[in-house]
């Protein structure tokens, strides 16, 4: 019988044993997820405040102050605007022009 007892009391350590690596383990593991989730909410919220630099960077009205202010670049006028014809677009248009006057009649007016 003292065989059996004393089976029994090894075998009840090595549960407890166990038991007590098994809820560190679990404890360990939710430290560990719960560092990961803080870590994926702060990725979150830089990542909302670079989406919102990147809006404001890209805005058209700071595009064209830094295109005044930098590059000395400034707002097209018809007074300074240059277009360029190609010899292509030349002649249709000559023909364009060709085609649409009025032909001189030839009947005698009364």
Not at 8 to 24: D, E, G, N, P, Q
Not at 49 to 70: F, N, T
Not at 90 to 101: E, T
Request: net charge positive; proline share 5%.
């Amino acid at each position: 019988m003292t065989r059996v007892n004393l089976f029994l009391v090894i075998a009840i350590i090595l549960s407890a044993m166990f038991l007590v690596h098994s809820h560190y383990e679990a404890r360990r593991s939710f430290m560990i997820l719960e560092a990961a989730m803080k870590e994926a909410t702060r990725l979150e919220l830089e990542h909302e405040r670079l989406q919102v630099d990147r809006r404001s960077q890209a805005s058209p009205l700071r595009i064209e102050q830094i295109a005044k202010q930098q590059l000395q670049m400034r707002l097209v006028t018809p007074g300074i605007t240059q277009y360029v014809k190609q010899p292509s677009d030349l002649q249709a248009s000559s023909q364009k022009v060709a085609a649409q006057k009025p032909e001189k009649s030839t009947e005698a007016k009364p």
